[in-house]
């Protein structure tokens, strides 16, 4: 039996773009073992993914630590894959390459002549892969698609405890620690609005914004009796959202990943839309190359554009 091995290990965002191409790696190889490396906070994650049957942690210990690299190397070994698609791109990954695992068939789009072509380098992550994945013979339905449904737990008991029984907008005001660029400062206002129009509205705090959304006082946070939801509960909510409305973070393209519409508020300094595989899903975007520039107006009357073509 093939043994092949899938390179993706973070973020949780990046992880998410990813999961329609490791399906189709998954189609093409029926009946090979399919062994996923990621970094140790989505273990659990990936452990419910129907399209591998195992998960290897890589810590990222520093390359400076010889110890760790030679452990890594000698587990890395012990698997005896025959292939690897390397999803991450990197020069770490790179590294393993040359030094872990050089006479493994290693497929990388790092290897292609296309990383000379400018047009190529500004893809998004999605489009690469699907080039990436062509150049191996592999047919693409679902690199463009993520459908991260198998995700998605029964959400009404927790939606329940905050009496939200009908039809919900989700917020998303945060992102990862450390990137405030990436922070909508009108996210209230927004709510308040929303509320105005007879919407419910909530939100869905990861560890990093727990403080944020108590802000939102026209907001109602959804927490699992005070703790941050985990993925599964976090897609569950997500999963039946009438509207999701956040900036650029991994939920947001979570929520686009399982098919929800929404809109997505970007940072054009930091990443551009065009690049995230966003423009796959239902959602649509808006950029400012400063977000806080971004006016309560603009976003208002694009929110309000989807509401009044859907019939409200």
């Known amino acids: 039996m093939d043994r092949i091995l899938i390179i993706k290990l973070s973020a949780f965002g990046d992880i998410v773009q990813a999961e329609g191409a490791i399906h189709d790696i998954r189609n093409h190889h029926p009946g090979a073992e399919i062994i996923l490396m990621t970094t140790p906070p989505y273990r659990v994650l990936m452990e419910k993914c129907p399209w591998v049957d195992s998960v290897f942690i890589d810590p990222r210990e520093s390359r400076w630590r ?3 690299m030679v452990s890594l190397r000698n587990r890395l070994r012990r698997l005896k894959v025959t292939r690897v698609y390397d999803l991450q791109q990197v020069s770490r990954t790179g590294y393993y390459h040359r030094l872990f695992l050089p006479d493994v068939s290693w497929d990388v789009a790092r290897n292609s002549k296309l990383l000379k072509d400018p047009d190529f380098c500004r893809k998004g992550a999605m489009d ?3 080039v990436h994945l062509a150049e191996a013979g592999i047919r693409i339905r679902h690199t463009l698609q993520p459908d991260l449904s198998w995700m998605a737990e029964d959400a009404t008991a927790l939606l329940a ?11 998303i005001p945060g992102s990862s620690a ?15 609005w929303l ?21 939102l006082t026209h907001a109602t946070m959804i ?29 947001t393209h979570l929520a686009a990943h399982l098919g929800r519409p929404g ?45 009044l073509r859907n019939g409200d």
């Open 263 to 307: 809109l997505a508020l970007f940072s054009g300094r930091y990443f551009e839309a065009s690049r995230t595989g966003i423009q796959h899903s239902r959602f649509s975007w808006l950029e400012a190359d400063v977000l806080r520039d971004l006016s309560f107006d603009t976003v208002r009357e694009k929110v309000g554009a989807h509401f």
């Open 195 to 215: 509320r105005g129009r007879g919407r419910e509205v909530i939100t869905v705090p990861g560890p990093d914004e727990m403080q944020l959304c108590r802000t």
């Open 178 to 192: 450390g990137y405030d660029e990436k922070r909508w400062p009108h996210y209230n206002g927004l709510a308040a």
């Open 128 to 130: 690469r892969f699907a």
């Open 161 to 171: 405890g905050e009496n939200i029984t009908g039809p919900y907008v989700v917020l």
């Open 223 to 251: 927490t699992d009796r005070g703790r941050y939801l985990n993925f599964f509960e976090l897609a569950g909510v997500l999963m039946r959202a009438e509207f999701v409305i956040g900036n650029d973070t991994g939920p």
């Open 66 to 68: 010889l110890d760790r």
